[in-house]
Each structure stands twice: as C-alpha cells, then as structure tokens.
C-alpha cells in the first residue's frame, strides 16, 4: 500500500512517498481502507519535535490521528463492525501505533464508531480528536442547560466545536477571537463574538455577566492565557483546559474556590486505558451531528496523501480557517 512514511524528526524533515506491507487484521480490530484524515497541531509537534516529545513513534513512521474510511476486514473478538460498514475514529500516529497517512490501517474497535450518516469522508475524519476532546471537557466541567459558558479560541479546531456541543447542551456561548474573520466564525456558529485583542477580560465579563463570571469556561489556548479563565470565571466555577504545560500561579484560582479539569484526549491510546470510552462518545457524537448540532469547519485548501508535508505547512502557518484534511 501506499503510505506517508517520516524518517528522521524536525522542522526541516520530510513525508516520502513509500510502498510498504498493508497491515494484517489482529483481534479486537479493524482494518480501514483510509478516505481522509485530518491534521492537528499534536501531529505536528510530533514531526518538529520527534523524541523530545515522549509519545513520538519510532522511525521511519506513519503519522496521521484521526481517520474516516470503509471497514475491509474484521478481526476475532469484534462483533459490532462488519466489511463495509463507514467509520471514523483517533487510533493511530502515536506510540507503536501506525497512523493514517497510508491506503489502510489496523485500528482497535474500542477507539472508533460508526461515521456520522450526514458528513462526507472528509468531514467526518476532521472530528474525532477535536470533538472528543471538546466533548470530554465540557463533560468534565459539568456543563448544564443555562449556564453562561465561555469558550476561548472558538475558531480552532477543539474551539469551533466546544461552542457548538456548548450549544447542544443548553448553555449560552460565548467566545474568544482575535480577528474579525475569526468573529465571524464563532458567530456564524451562534456564539456571541469576544475580540479579545480589543476587549479587556473585566470589560466583558461586566457586559456579559454584569461581573459575575462565568460559570464554565473552556479554554483551548491554555498556557498563560489560563490567568484570563481564571479572572473571567464566576465564584466555584468549573474550568476545562487543552494545554497546562506551563507553570502558573493558582492563587486567582483558590480564592473564587475553581475547579481545574485538564483534558488530555491521547491518554487511551497511550497507555490501553479505557479506550471503550472513546467509542463511546463518537457513538454519541455521531448522534449529535446526525441531529444537526454538530458540523466540523474545513479549511478551503484541498490536499491529497502525497501533500501531506504541505497540509502540515497550511496547519504551522496560522493562515487556515477550520481543520486542515487531506484526502486519499
């Protein structure tokens, strides 16, 4: 088959063009027949960074988390997928886990779902990292019908889809931008607009919680932007992260007594822990989006497996609106 194979790591390193074995079917798994996938930014950290970054796989490797394509064998043990049957999933790209820059992967039945019957190949493989990681934050935090929830970096990848399940569960959304395109996303998506370039944090927590805070925020950017959760957070609120590998200090935190959940989506695949639960919520998230609540935002440019080190360039480059996808 063909693959995407990287054979040494940094910024300079790059995707050849490879004939290599199709993989075997082993029990407990499927093999796909990869339609598309979809590019995130731990995919390029692990390219730039390699073993610097202790979830790297040994080289030469195939990258490539998230997937949607057609079942073409089944493996002992699985009963819930059948030859044929479309699904999505995060499975791979990872550890001593093969990915989906390739033709096919062997992929654990625990760590996909059937593919959403209302999104194209390519919607549906821009979802699963990002939606599980919203949809775990969210879940974590506690979000309940008609809280007041703030969502940083609505027009990302994990943001653009926290303010849509935010929507879904019943809260009022609002979100963080830092240019009039990005507005326009998160509104186009029915959050209230937050330029947070030209806003101070107490100026909208006053206009939009008459200074009480909110009651859940979801932050994407993470980092030292956490200091700006924290003081836009109401008292005993709940605060959901991406990134906290930072040191900070927490004493904003202790006096309005918050709850810190840090969401790191990669722990099932690295250490067989729990993965049925990621089954679980692409099951959920399918219905989600089969209901018309869920829609994934696609970057305009159109690439193909070969073009894989130029999807990773669009991504670094800041300049995409919506997931980066590269089609098979």
Known sequence: MRAMLIKTYGKDSEFELSDVAT?????????VKIAASSVNTVDTMIRNMGKDLPLSPDTPAILGM??????????????????GDEVYGCAGGLADLPGALADHMVADANLIAHKPKNLSMKEAAALPLVAITAYEGLMRAGITQGQKVLVHGGSGGVGHVAIQLAKHFGAEVYSTGGGDQQIALIEKLGATGINYKTETVEDYVDQHTGGTGFDLVFDSVGGANLTNSFEAAALNANIATTVSLCELDLTPAHFKGLSLHVVFMLIPMLHNHKREEHAEILRQLAKISEAGALTPVLDEEQFQLEDAGKAYARLESGKGMGKVVIEN
């Open 23 to 31: 993989p075997e079917v082993k029990p407990g798994h499927v093999l």
């Open 66 to 83: 998230d997937f949607a394509g057609t079942v073409e064998a089944v493996g002992e043990g699985v009963d819930d997928y059948a030859v």
